[in-house]
């Protein structure tokens, strides 16, 4: 399934990063995209500019997003307001013309100009030559649209019915520009074969949850807030606890903090332990959610967890400790194991903390023998 990336001490196959892209973006099981599934590829460019290949076609069948942009120019014939003090400056007036400024609703959109941008970048870097050829026939349909600088790009973007098809194909543009290196003697790009912490972070976080809500619809799985448990009710000065997956079923909880380091463990004077950072946070999480419950009448259990991205380092944290009444647990996720592998991994969390049950086995039964 194609050779696996490098990020410092982390190993993972890079058709697992397209497995981990299909569960944080739900619109990559459809068709057009199931062929990639079984595609090998040489670097993680060549997996996106496979994604996004796809992901264009795909949008221009449908017909590329519009949005009103504001224009000035001098004009033949009016249209919008004119601008009497500029046709006179730049003497418009003598070629008959007048400068008018108007909004016109065009495909050269923000977002066309970020594909356009990424493509181009693509079209520079180590991607087969067919891919590349399919991406150059694609930008035919972008030839209104002006590219633009990546790297002074603002990436929050407020997604409505009208363009909400963009999402996946803005975070696929996202991560690509985030893997740039640098422009080589030639005048290539050059893609980097791994992601900074901080994109691998994000992505094995959503995936996480949304492999949870997906494949496990027996229990309750989100982000959620969990409040301090204070006697006089009082936290503006207190920083926000919100956890990274937070896994429910009836009153028994299971708080997952997924980490993605270069390192696992810490070393002091020539001992290596757990980082210790993470240990306060998963308790704190812990004891707070319970007394939250307590509170409430609850009688479950609350549990925590700390999953790490396995790396290729000797000692790998693997350890259950019982922390003033509650389960605290310390796993590594290897991302380098065939997918099926990282699945039944995920799955087996489940099944020890919460059992498992007849519609959890129906839902393991109908996965098998497919894909995804």
């Known amino acids: 399934m194609g050779r696996p990336f490098t990020r410092f001490n982390q190993m993972i196959r890079i058709q697992n990063i397209f497995h981990m892209l299909v569960y944080a973006f739900s619109v990559l099981n459809e068709q057009g995209y199931r062929d990639v599934a079984v595609e090998e590829f040489e670097n993680t460019g060549d997996l996106y500019a496979a994604i996004l290949e796809r992901g264009i076609e795909s949008q221009v069948k449908r017909g590329l997003g519009r949005e009103y942009r504001s224009r000035t120019q001098a004009l033949s014939s009016l249209r919008g307001k004119v601008n009497m003090s500029e046709s006179l400056k730049s003497q418009a007036i003598l070629r008959r013309q007048l400068v008018c400024s108007y909004d016109e609703f065009t495909v050269d959109s923000q977002m066309n100009r970020i594909l356009k941008a990424t493509v181009q970048v693509l079209l520079r870097s180590e991607i087969s030559k067919t891919r590349k050829k399919k991406l150059k026939s694609l930008m035919v349909y972008f030839a209104e649209v002006k590219p633009v600088d990546l790297r002074l790009v603002d990436w929050q973007f407020r997604y409505d019915r009208n363009n909400r098809t963009y999402r996946m194909l803005m975070a696929i543009c996202w991560l690509i520009s985030k893997g740039l290196l640098q422009t080589q003697d030639d005048g290539s790009t050059r893609l ?165 049950t007849g519609l959890w086995s129906e839902t393991i039964a109908g996965r098998k023998g497919k894909g995804l």
């Open 192 to 356: 980097m074969d791994f992601l900074d912490d901080q994109s691998m972070f994000r992505l094995y976080e959503k995936f996480l949850l949304e492999y949870y809500r997906k494949e496990h619809p027996q229990i309750t799985a989100t982000a959620s807030y969990i409040n301090w448990a204070l006697d006089d009710g009082v936290d503006d000065d207190l920083p926000i606890m919100k956890s990274d997956i937070m896994l429910s079923r009836g009153d028994d909880v299971l708080i997952i903090d997924a980490k993605y380091y270069t390192r696992t463990m810490q070393q002091q004077f020539g001992n290596r332990t757990l980082h210790s950072g993470n240990l306060y946070q998963i308790f704190t999480y812990v004891k707070n959610k319970e007394a939250e419950l307590s509170r409430d009448g609850a009688e479950g259990t609350v549990s925590g967890m700390l999953l790490y991205a396995k790396t290729d380092e000797d000692v790998q944290p693997d350890s259950v400790f019982q922390m003033s009444g509650n389960r605290i647990s310390v796993q590594t996720l290897d991302l380098n194991l065939p997918f099926a592998e990282i699945r039944n991994q995920l799955d087996a969390i489940v099944d020890t903390h919460f059992g498992s």
